[in-house]
């Protein structure tokens, strides 16, 4: 397979040669088609697509088999022959030639050499088309571009993280954004003061990665203490009458205010006030939490009490530590 | 389709009490029986006997259906005016049309309304044998009626099973269906000369979206008696309450669970 693969390298090698000796123009694409002969083998056929430089003497891929030389390379209108000599391991000798015009070239190449103890003699035939062009890079450029480009594409996807809140991406040793947690973790910080109303609680939570338990995780990672911001948005609730809120979000009002506006008090009366949404919130909570709670007592002896039960006994528990 | 549905609920609850689960709600009603697109959910002592009051207008309004004629005016008698309780505040003498005595029974469970429509066609106490007639007819082996709007009357009973197998029937009538399902209807006298907007004493009609019927009841006996009818989301639950201590608290608790199971 060496052979073969020097042999391929070789005959491309003097073809791109052949090709920037006659035609220092623009990078062109071509397409290039190899052919290999050999006897008593079935022929074989390469294909394969070169990008080559103006000024390129080989393609990127040959320049390492350094143990091959060419010599004897002439030109004579658009022909060009020349003479190989590779060294080292296979050994081998050859010469070929190469007719190409503007868009194709065609020629052949012998190559004769020894393989371990055989010696071999091949024949390459080589044909290329000019396909368009191309635009040719430095393999060492393009490496660091590839991790350029990798680079940009995590910092956008840690940025994007930031934006949707995915704090796993940003927590713990392994994290892949672990170098932007301060920055994420402002931010964090900066939402969670803004939720300290009700109005800024909702605006915050139009952000779908707060939602759930998002913000809670946010918080946690970043040593945001939620109780406090949540008290502050529940005093906003109920000095704003905002009950909605209350019902949903503050649990301690909501015992208080159930106590005064909905427990004990005429159903429709409590319905028809202000008070009736949160009331309602708080009569089918009640509703299922007493099913809740006979659901998992449903083999003990004591009862579940009923909705009403549950609202007065909240009410209840809330005066006596209230003291009223 | 849906009444269907539900009767196919009411029947599974007559046929298949004991795969209900223990009532959670033991301290809301003496019984408290709900059922769930047609499966018992919670059995709620559905057939101990109690006192129907008002829900025994649920027959009364059937039978004034099938007899027709609602467009007819009804003169209302003194003794019928005279009705204590929840009332239009009719006077004796003033004519109202059939179906608007009705409504005002079924919606607003009017006494006056419910004795001029049962004083109509022979009187009261015909009319009672008819209500139990029919109760016979419907399968209603636990109901018997002593009175042709509910008061309290010697041997007069139901259980809850048989009256949510009554309700069930009343929502198969579209047009009392509508009635029942209705947070106000307006009631006139003859011509026009008295108009009524009789409020629908079922509150939860205004107050629990998802309710659409049916019934409430209060005597002395009974004690708050409640038959409600939710749809939401493709669900239907079907809540009776006979003796309930806190009718609407717990109501609304209940339907509220059994909505979302």
């Known amino acids: 397979?060496?052979?073969?693969?020097?042999?391929?390298?070789?005959?491309?090698?003097?073809?791109?040669?052949?090709?920037?000796?006659?035609?220092?123009?623009?990078?062109?694409?071509?397409?290039?088609?190899?052919?290999?002969?050999?006897?008593?083998?079935?022929?074989?056929?390469?294909?394969?697509?070169?990008?080559?430089?103006?000024?390129?003497?080989?393609?990127?891929?040959?320049?390492?088999?350094?143990?091959?030389?060419?010599?004897?390379?002439?030109?004579?209108?658009?022909?060009?022959?020349?003479?190989?000599?590779?060294?080292?391991?296979?050994?081998?000798?050859?010469?070929?030639?190469?007719?190409?015009?503007?868009?194709?070239?065609?020629?052949?190449?012998?190559?004769?050499?020894?393989?371990?103890?055989?010696?071999?003699?091949?024949?390459?035939?080589?044909?290329?088309?000019?396909?368009?062009?191309?635009?040719?890079?430095?393999?060492?450029?393009?490496?660091?571009?590839?991790?350029?480009?990798?680079?940009?594409?995590?910092?956008?996807?840690?940025?994007?993280?930031?934006?949707?809140?995915?704090?796993?991406?940003?927590?713990?040793?392994?994290?892949?954004?672990?170098?932007?947690?301060?920055?994420?973790?402002?931010?964090?910080?900066?939402?969670?003061?803004?939720?300290?109303?009700?109005?800024?609680?909702?605006?915050?939570?139009?952000?779908?990665?707060?939602?759930?338990?998002?913000?809670?995780?946010?918080?946690?990672?970043?040593?945001?203490?939620?109780?406090?911001?949540?008290?502050?948005?529940?005093?906003?609730?109920?000095?704003?009458?905002?009950?909605?809120?209350?019902?949903?979000?503050?649990?301690?009002?909501?015992?208080?205010?159930?106590?005064?506006?909905?427990?004990?008090?005429?159903?429709?009366?409590?319905?028809?006030?202000?008070?009736?949404?949160?009331?309602g919130r708080y009569a089918s909570r009640k509703g299922r939490e007493s099913a809740a709670a006979a659901d998992k007592q449903q083999d003990a002896a004591p009862a579940a009490p009923s909705a009403a039960d549950a609202v007065k006994e909240g009410a209840n528990q809330l005066r006596r530590l209230f003291g009223r | 389709m849906l009444p269907r549905l539900a009767l196919a609920a009411l029947l599974a609850l007559a046929g298949a009490p004991a795969r209900a689960l223990p009532d959670p709600f033991p301290g809301a009603a003496a019984s408290c029986p709900v059922v769930v697109d047609g499966v018992p959910l919670w059995e709620g002592a559905a057939d101990v006997h109690r006192a129907p009051a008002s829900l025994a207008k649920l027959m009364g309004a059937l039978l004034v259906l099938e007899d027709g004629h609602l467009d007819e005016q009804v003169t209302v008698s003194a003794s019928a005016a005279a009705a204590r309780g929840a009332r239009l505040g009719l006077r004796a003498g003033e004519r109202v049309a059939a179906h608007g005595l009705l409504a005002a029974m079924l919606v607003g469970s009017a006494n006056d309304a419910c004795y001029a429509l049962a004083e109509r066609r022979g009187g009261p106490a015909a009319f009672v044998a008819r209500m139990n007639k029919r109760a016979a007819t419907l399968g209603l082996a636990a109901t018997r009626f002593g009175d042709p709007c509910g008061f309290d009357a010697e041997g007069q009973y139901s259980t809850a099973h048989d009256l949510a197998r009554l309700a069930q029937r009343i929502m198969e009538q579209p047009q009392l269906a509508a009635l029942v399902g209705r947070r106000e209807v307006e009631v006139a006298t003859a011509g026009r000369a008295r108009l009524f907007r009789v409020k629908n004493s079922n509150v939860l009609i205004e107050h629990f979206p998802g309710v659409i019927g049916v019934k409430t009841g209060n005597t002395r006996r009974a004690g708050n008696n409640l038959i409600a009818l939710a749809e939401r989301d493709g669900r239907r639950v079907l809540l009776v309450m006979l003796g309930a201590r806190d009718r609407w608290w717990d109501a609304h608790g209940i339907l509220a669970r059994a909505l979302e199971r």
């Open chain 1, 1 to 279: 397979m060496h052979a073969v693969t020097r042999i391929l390298s070789a005959a491309l090698a003097v073809a791109a040669a052949a090709l920037a000796h006659a035609q220092g123009g623009p990078d062109e694409l071509w397409n290039m088609s190899t052919r290999m002969e050999m006897a008593g083998m079935p022929g074989q056929t390469f294909t394969n697509e070169v990008c080559m430089k103006k000024g390129q003497t080989q393609p990127d891929k040959m320049s390492q088999d350094k143990n091959c030389k060419v010599a004897e390379m002439r030109t004579v209108g658009n022909k060009t022959t020349w003479k190989i000599e590779c060294a080292g391991r296979d050994p081998m000798t050859g010469e070929g030639e190469m007719t190409r015009t503007r868009n194709s070239m065609d020629g052949r190449m012998r190559m004769q050499g020894k393989r371990g103890n055989e010696t071999f003699d091949m024949t390459t035939v080589i044909s290329g088309r000019l396909a368009g062009g191309c635009t040719w890079e430095d393999p060492a450029k393009k490496a660091q571009a590839m991790v350029a480009a990798g680079t940009a594409q995590m910092a956008q996807m840690c940025s994007e993280s930031m934006d949707k809140y995915t704090t796993i991406l940003f927590e713990g040793e392994n994290a892949l954004c672990k170098a932007q947690k301060p920055e994420y973790c402002a931010r964090v910080t900066k939402v969670s003061q803004s939720m300290r109303s009700p109005a800024g609680y909702r605006k915050a939570m139009s952000q779908e990665g707060l939602r759930g338990e998002g913000w809670g995780q946010a918080a946690q990672a970043c040593g945001v203490q939620t109780e406090s911001i949540m008290a502050d948005a529940c005093r906003g609730a109920v000095s704003g009458r905002d009950w909605a809120f209350v019902g949903e979000h503050c649990p301690a009002e909501t015992t208080k205010i159930a106590a005064e506006q909905c427990a004990g008090r005429n159903y429709t009366a409590a319905m028809s006030s202000e008070y009736g949404e949160f009331c």
